[in-house]
């Protein structure tokens, strides 16, 4: 059974089951604004459209153009200039939660905990094997 939610987009409430995240009614606005964008980028000479071009010709808002691409609705292998922004540094990504630099960037960052924590344990392991003692004999 659902949950009663209020609409993001419009502010009616709706059925949330955990299909769409918005009501019935603007659903269909969104497909009918889907439509427009498709139809836009199927000729050939706005395939590599930018996000901003698609936005200054359809009247569609970023944010739909991010969610569609994003469930792959638009696919950026058939749209090259489409993506999606990166939820660190917000540029735009065609895949994952983000872009390949910052994946990079926390990849490094993770290289460095890890040679640091090896070597805290290490030394930790060392100090554990070395006893002084203060016996007289």
Request: proline share 3%; hydrophobic share 30%.
């Amino acid at each position: 059974m659902g949950e009663l939610r209020n609409c993001p987009t419009c502010g009616d409430f709706f059925n949330f089951t955990g299909v769409r995240d918005v009501c019935h009614k603007c659903v269909q606005s969104e497909e009918e604004q889907y439509q427009v964008v498709y139809s836009f980028l199927r000729k050939r000479e706005n395939r590599a459209a930018t996000v901003e071009r698609i936005v200054e010709v359809t009247g569609v808002k970023e944010e739909l153009l991010y969610k569609w691409v994003r469930k792959n609705r638009l696919q950026p292998a058939m749209f090259p200039n489409l993506g999606y922004p990166c939820d660190n540094c917000g540029s735009l990504t065609k895949q994952g939660k983000l872009c390949e630099n910052c994946q990079n960037d926390l990849k490094a960052e993770l290289r460095t905990f890890e040679a640091a924590k090896e070597f805290r344990s290490s030394v930790e392991n060392s100090e554990k094997g070395t006893y002084l003692s203060d016996r007289k004999r």
